[in-house]
C-alpha cells in the first residue's frame, strides 16, 4: 500500500511525528518517541503491518491538501459525488501522553467517512489485544496501550485485531477521533481523551504560529524558509533538546536496493547545523536546550565522542534487520538502529566547535563546561586529526584521509581560536593556531587536483566530492580564490538532471569509496550547497536558477527528503530530512544577503555579471 515518498505530510508534537498520505492513511508512527519501536509500519510494507485511515468510504487520493499557516496542522480535503469533507490531523505539543487528534467536517452535502485502524505494536509485528468499552477501544501489547475515542456516534466493526468505524459528517457538522498512547499497566482512560479537541486545536495552531512569527527572514522565499524551519522545529526532541535527522527509517536511496538506514536519532553534524540555521532564524532557546544535551551526552571525555546519539544521549545504537518487513517498494533490509555509532567520524569535531562559535556570537554564554569541552575536543583532536576517518558520508568502506574532514578539523581549531579570544581566554592558542595552520597547508597541498583544479574527495585521489562545495562558507579559503572558483565549475561533473550527487558511484576510474553495492541520486542538500557556492562566487542568476529548481521538487506541503530522483521524478531516502530543509534555509539566507550586496554595488538584485565576493568569516584571530 505504499504511495510515493513525496506523498507524504508530517505532524508531530516535539517528541514523535506521524507520517499521513494523500489517502488520509497514517503509516508510520513511533510511540511515545521517534525511536520508539512503531506502531503502524505499513509506510515499510502493507497494511498487516499497521496504519490508521480516515477519509470519504471508497474515496482514494484526496482532492488536495495543505497545513494551516505558519503550523503543523494539516488538512486534507476530499470532493466526493454526495458532498465535500476536510479531515484535519494534528498533534498537539506533548504535556502528559502522545495524542493524535483527527477532526472531520463535511463542507458540503452529506459525506460517508470510514475510520479503518489497525494497530500493530513492536515495529508492525505484533498484533494486539483489543477490546472496547462503552466510550473506547484499546488496543494492548507488552507495555503499549492506545486509546481511540470519539466524540460522536460510530458504527464499530472488524475483527479482532482491528477496528472499522463507519460515521456519516453532514455540511457543518463533524466529527473528532482521537488516538492517545499511554503505557499499558495505566488502566484508567488518559486525560487528554477528556480534553475538548477544538480547543486543543486553537491551542496547537497558536503554538506554531507564535513560534513561526519569531523568524527573521523576509526575502522572497519566505513561505520556503518558515516552513523548512517548521519541520526543522518538528524533529527537535523537546524533553532533551536534541534532534533527530529524519523521523523515519529505511526508505531508500535506491528503490529495492539495500542503502536503507535509520535516521531516527540525533547526529552531531545534522543536530550543529539546524541549530546553525535556528540562530541565524532568531531561534535561541533551542541552541541552549542543544548546548545542554551536548553536554550531557559527551560526558566521560572526548575519547569516546561519537557521531551520532540517542535522544536521551544514549551511546549503543545496535543496528538490527528486520525480516517481517518487506521494505518500501521491496528495498531490503528494513533496518532499526544505526552502525554509524561506531565509525571514527572527524568532521563532527569541527561542527560542534563551529555551533558554539556561532552561539556565543548569539548572546549565549559560554560556560565553563562549555569551555572545558572547547578544550577536551581541541586537546583530542590535535593528535587525531591526522588519522585517516570515515567522513562526512559515513562510508562502510576503508577509512581514508577525506578533504572534508581534514576542512573540518581546520574549523575546530579556527572556532577554537575564535572562541578562547573572546572569553579571553588564551592559554592554548600557540598550539591551536599551529595545528590550524598545519592543516591549511596540508588541505591545500594533500587535496587540490592540479589536473581537475579542483579540490578532491581524498588525499591521492581524483574523485569529486560535493562537500568541497562548503569551503568559501566555512571559511577556508575566500570565494574569490581561484582554487575556489575552479572547484565550483568542476562539480558539474556531479550534475544529473541539474541535481547535485554527493560523489560519483560508477563511472571510468571511480573509486567506489563507500562500499556499499547499488547507486543513488542526487543529493538535495548538495545541489543546494552548489546555489551557494554559485552565489558566492559571483554568479547569482545561475544560484537562483539552481534554488529554484530545488524549490520546484518539494511536495505539495512543502517537504524534502534526502534525494531527487530526475529520472523517475520522485523523492527517495529518508523524509522529512533535516539535511535537506538546513540547507534550504542556509541558501535562502545567502541568497538574500549576497543579493542585498550586490544591489548596493549596482542598483541591479540579479546579474549574470561575476563578482569576487569575500568569505562570509571575520578576519582570523
Partial sequence: MNENIEDYALIGDLETAAMVGRDGSIDWLCLPRFDSPACFAALLGTGSNGFWRVAPVGAGTCTHRAYRPDTLVLDTFWDTASGSVRVTDFMPPRTGFPCLVRMVEALSGSVPMRSELTPRFHQGRIIPWMHASERFTVATAGPDSTWLGTDGPVQVSGGPDSTVGDFTVSA??????QLVWSPS??????????????T????????WQRWASRCRYRGPWREAVVRSLITLKALIYAPTGSVVAAPTTSLPEQLGGERN??????????????????????????????????????AG?????????????????????????????????????????????????GEVLDTLYWSLRAGIAMTPRMWSLVKGLMGY????????????WEVRGPRRHFVHSKIMSWVAADRALRIGEMIGRNGSSKEWRAMRDTVHQEVCREGWDGGRESFVQAYGGTDLDASALLIPRLGFLPAGDERVQGTVRAMRALD???????????????????????????????SLWYADALAATGDLDAAQVVFERVLGVRNDVGLMSEQ???????????????FSHISLVETAFSLQRLSRDHRGRDGKAWSSHRVAVSSTMPESP
Fill in 301 to 349: 571525555g572526548m575519547s569516546g565522542l561519537q557521531s551520532v546519539y540517542g535522544l536521551g544521549g544514549e551511546r549503543l545504537l545496535p543496528e538490527t534487520e528486520a525480516p517481517w518487513l518487506p521494505g518500501y517498494e521491496g528495498s531490503r533490509p528494513v533496518r532499526f538502529g544505526n552502525a554509524a555509532v561506531q565509525q571514527f567520524q572527524l568532521d563532527v569535531y
Fill in 172 to 177: 457543518g457538522r463533524g466529527l473528532t477521533l
Fill in 261 to 298: 538506514w535509520d535516521y531516527r536519532y540525533c547526529w552531531l553534524r545534522d543536530s550543529t547545523l539546524t541549530l546553525s540555521c535556528l540562530l541565524r532564524s532568531g531561534y535561541r532557546e533551542e541552541a541552549t536546550a542543544w548546548l545542554a544535551w551536548l553536554l550531557r551526552a559527551t
Fill in 496 to 526: 544529473e538532471g541539474g541535481f547535485l550527487r554527493r560523489y560519483m558511484l560508477t563511472g571510468p576510474g571511480v573509486d567506489r569509496v563507500d562500499g556499499m553495492p547499488g547507486s543513488e541520486c542526487p543529493f538535495v542538500a548538495c
Fill in 564 to 578: 531527487w530522483d530526475p529520472s523517475g521524478h520522485r523523492q527517495l531516502g529518508n523524509t522529512p530530512q533535516a
Fill in 185 to 198: 499497566h495505566l488502566l484508567d482512560a488518559p486525560a487528554e481523551l477528556l480534553l475538548p479537541t477544538e
Fill in 381 to 392: 583532536l590535535q593528535v587525531h586529526w591526522r588519522y585517516p576517518d570515515q567522513g562526512l
Fill in 200 to 207: 486543543m486545536l486553537k491551542e496547537t495552531i497558536g503554538f
